[in-house]
Nanobody, 117 residues
């Protein structure tokens, strides 16, 4: 079993930055692909980024996903935030990197990110 707990969300002005963290329990964290999804009000859930167990970081435009296996934590650094980035951000873990929510095995409860204009 893996439990995922997100933190770091909050209210930020447009152009600002936030770093989300996802702390994972379980001894096999380092073998899991880890990722982030988000869901804005009234919109479909959207894939943000993911890393395989062997990757350390990946930049996706304004966002960078990274992981520290020693700390059982995956991060999402978000820069130059825009109001359209407002959403609940969810951490996920699974055996493969995929952009499909249901193909992950574990999901966090989510953390709210609100970007004001």
């Amino acid at each position: 079993q893996v439990q995922l707990v997100e933190s770091g969300g909050g209210l930020v002005q447009a152009g600002g930055s936030l770093r989300l963290s996802c702390a994972a329990s379980g001894r096999t964290f380092s073998r899991y692909a880890m990722g982030w999804f988000r869901q804005a009000p009234g919109k479909e859930r959207e894939f943000v980024a993911a890393l395989s167990w062997s990757d350390t970081d990946s930049m996706k435009g304004r966002f960078t996903i990274s992981r520290d296996n020693a700390k059982n934590t995956v991060y999402l650094q978000m820069n130059n935030l825009k109001p359209e980035d407002t959403a609940v951000y969810y951490c996920v873990a699974g055996m493969v990197v995929t952009g499909i929510w249901g193909e992950y095995d574990y999901w966090g409860q989510g953390t709210q990110v609100t970007v004001s204009s």
